[in-house]
């Protein structure tokens, strides 16, 4: 047997008094540094492709699957999705990372709506809950003080500070559990990107299209619809959309305001009747001006709701009318908006949505969130047969999480950086634990400060040094302390 392989399992579970840490430190220093956790085996000819088998517990589209294993090829694809001794016996030259019993293994989530290019910005200090409508704070319309609009951050290769702001933001995104977000800007070959080619340049930042739309009536909808509001007299102000891309996703803001804004009302009437067309993929951003008899026609005309409470709640001091849309069947995705408003990653996101459904009397079983935010993420992209699941064939955006006590589920809901093993975006080794074996990223691992897994194979790409990086970022939302972002409260 490859002595590497060889190591003690010790259940997570077991509390261990120092003594037996020490006694344990002897006995497992024998053996594999990842004796706790997780067993690793090289390939048997790292020369060759044969990919690498890891088993754990899997969060699958059919549900939680125990002592399973999948094989991500060389390739970055997911190959055979089995359980886990018939695939060690199917690819015995495989490497092989055995977790099983003490991690689970999610697919990474699918954040479907960001502002990547402004997301490394705090909310500003005049942050508050009493917009009726986002042009109020916008451009300060009904006697409203304007919150300012961060500067773009644009990647350019020899602009080292925006780059690691950027690369920062990818890499926070990921530490809190994304693996895809969608929104204009971001670096090539961090995170997966997803946005509209529009530029030279944009196929290799954005590995998919949707059309998204900030914007999709008018940039002054409360101006435009003034006398529509006060008299009642229709106005003219058609939908800005492309007929001719209607092979993907079209994903707007639409009804981002109070209930009671009757320019956001009027956003969601002309969308819901817009959607009736049924000629591609619809999705709403916000939709906080909702209710019941939309979430009627947002079942029947299957328009996914991409919810992202936190900022909603800090900018208008509502949100959707959870128990209703869950109610009428509305499938809903989980995403942050951005930093200046929003969460600072998907894990923060499922925290304030949880919250938000438990003021509105409900609560969302952790399955159902985890589906928010993976699967319906990629509905709403229009691209869930591209990813947001763990099946043969899409590309290996894995996260794989310490298994605390109970629902796997909730490991990876929950997880802290510290309970991060690894994670892979396109098969490679992005984030990887320092309990697990070097040999998993082929790529150099570089240890941030304040963060607990390796970075692997990302700064060298963009040219920054680690010192660069740290002095690039001091000053922006930080990988993984979050007690800066906006509030998630909903009044009482
Ligand atoms: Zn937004």
């Excluded at 092989?96 to 990547?116: I, M, T, Y």
């Excluded at 509502?318 to 995403?335: F, P, R």
């Excluded at 923060?348 to 319906?376: D, R």
Aim: charged share 20%; with cysteine.
């Amino acid at each position: 047997m490859d002595q590497s392989y060889q190591s003690i399992r010790i259940p997570t579970a077991l509390a261990l008094t120092a003594g037996a840490i020490l006694m344990l430190g002897v006995v497992a220093s024998a053996f594999a540094s990842s004796a706790q956790t997780c067993m690793f085996k090289p390939m048997s000819d790292d020369d060759k492709p044969f990919g690498l088998v890891v088993g754990a517990d899997i969060l699958l589209p059919e549900g939680k699957m125990e002592d399973y294993g999948i094989h991500i090829r060389f390739n970055g694809s997911i190959g055979a999705v089995a359980k886990f001794d018939e695939l060690q016996a199917d690819y015995p030259d495989s490497a092989v990372l055995d977790c099983r019993g003490n991690a689970v293994l999610s697919p990474g989530f699918v954040n479907a709506h960001e502002h990547p290019a402004y997301s490394y910005a705090f909310p500003d200090k005049n942050l508050n809950p009493n917009y009726l409508h986002r042009d109020e704070w916008r451009l300060g319309v009904n006697d409203k003080a304007s919150l300012p609009i961060p500067k773009r951050y644009e990647f350019q290769p020899n602009d080292s500070k925006q780059s690691a702001a950027l690369v920062s933001m990818e890499l926070r995104h990921l530490i809190g559990g994304a693996t895809t977000i969608a929104g204009s800007g971001g670096v090539p070959g961090v995170i997966r990107n997803v946005n509209l080619h529009k530029r030279l340049g944009d196929s290799e930042l954005y590995d998919a299209e949707v059309e998204s739309a900030t914007f999709p009536f008018s940039f002054r909808a409360v101006e435009e619809l003034k006398e529509e509001c006060s008299t009642g007299t229709p106005k003219n102000l058609p939908l800005r959309i492309d007929s001719n891309l209607n092979f993907m996703a079209y994903i707007p803001h639409v009804g981002e305001g109070r209930y009671s804004s009757c320019t956001a009302r009027a956003e969601v009437t002309r969308y819901l009747q817009h959607v009736q067309l049924r000629d591609r993929r619809y999705s709403l951003i916000h939709g906080i001006a909702t209710d019941v008899s939309d979430y009627v026609l947002m079942q029947n005309y299957d328009v996914t709701l991409v919810w992202s409470p936190r900022s909603n709640l800090a900018l208008y001091g509502e949100t959707i009318d959870i128990a209703s849309a869950l109610e009428q069947g509305v499938k809903i995705a989980l995403s942050t908006d951005w930093s200046p408003s929003g969460s600072f990653n998907m894990r923060e996101e499922v925290k304030c949505a949880k919250h938000a459904a438990i003021e509105a009397g409900i609560e969302i079983s952790s399955e159902m969130l985890w589906q928010m935010s993976t699967i319906n993420g990629a509905y709403a992209l229009g691209l869930e047969d591209r990813f947001g699941k763990i099946k043969s064939g899409l590309p290996a955006d894995l996260i794989l999480v310490q298994h605390k006590e109970g629902d796997p589920y909730d490991s990876v809901l929950t997880a802290t950086h510290e309970d991060i093993l690894a994670a892979w975006v396109n098969g490679q080794v992005i984030l990887l634990s320092e309990m697990l074996d070097d040999r998993l990223s082929n790529q150099q691992c570089l240890i941030l400060d304040g963060v607990s897994p390796r970075v692997c194979g990302v700064l060298e790409k963009f040219n920054l040094s680690e010192m660069e990086f740290q002095n690039s970022v001091k000053d922006i939302v930080p990988l993984v302390d979050t007690t800066r972002q906006a509030p998630c409260e909903v009044p009482g």
